[in-house]
């Protein structure tokens, strides 16, 4: 079974710019969440789609938005970027068959903002 | 707020010896513990998982030791072998929906 795979891999960006990204789970997931990595926030979790509907939020402003297609492909957005947005983007799928299912990370797309 | 605190940030250990990483928690609310392991340029892995109903779990090499009256839980990483040099991340989870809210992570260098 192929792995959770994210395009771009690698993205630059001026600042005031949008940028998307796009995940594509494991075939018959249908949970994806999202996850900012940074060298001084760490592992933070943006937010989780779920049959199309945003299940979990995480704390970030408005300019990140997400959502979830019927055949449980998410993309995340964001706009107005910011040089602070520079980022590892991860996406993590999972069956959400029951409380304790492995979530399966994908490589993330390397987002940087100049 | 930092839900989950780990550490320490940054361990060396011998080819052979034992790694332990610490992490502790503040919401009672999380019922779900992973261990996830990442190596520069992939995405974290799990490598191990336990709830708190049980105090210890092992697979292979690699221990969770669990302590629920104190909010604590702890990742052995035993006989630690080269190939184990990566970032180590704890996380917690509750019963609902799949956010992981993860520790600052461990780098671990194992030398040979």
């Known amino acids: 079974k192929a792995g959770v795979t994210q395009t771009p891999r690698y993205l630059i960006k001026t600042r005031g710019q949008q940028v998307t990204l796009s995940c594509s789970p494991i075939s018959g997931h249908r949970s994806v969440s999202w996850y900012q990595q940074t060298p001084g926030q760490g592992l933070q979790f943006l937010f989780e789609y779920f049959s199309e509907t945003q299940r979990n939020k995480g704390n970030f402003p408005g300019r990140f938005s997400g959502r979830q297609f019927s055949n449980s492909r998410s993309e995340m957005n964001v706009s107005t970027l910011e040089l602070g947005d520079s980022a590892l983007y991860l996406c993590?799928?999972?069956?959400?068959?029951?409380?304790?299912?492995?979530?399966?990370f994908g490589p993330g797309t390397r987002l940087t903002v100049l | 707020q930092q839900q989950v605190k780990q550490s320490p940030q940054s361990l060396i250990v011998q080819k052979g010896g034992i790694s332990i990483i610490n992490c502790a928690y503040e919401n009672t609310a999380f019922d779900y513990f992973p261990w996830y392991q990442q190596f520069p340029g992939k995405g974290p892995a799990l490598l191990i998982a336990i709830r708190p109903d049980v105090s210890e779990k092992k697979e292979g090499r690699f221990t969770i030791s669990f302590n629920k009256s104190a909010k604590q839980f702890s990742l052995h990483i035993m006989d630690s072998q080269p190939g184990d040099s990566a970032t180590y991340f704890c996380?917690?989870?509750?019963?609902?929906?799949?956010?992981?809210?993860f520790g600052g992570g461990t780098r671990v260098l194992v030398k040979p």
């Open positions: 996380a917690a989870k509750k019963a609902a929906g799949n956010k992981l809210t």
């Open positions: 993590a799928s999972s069956l959400d068959a029951g409380h304790t299912d492995t979530q399966y």
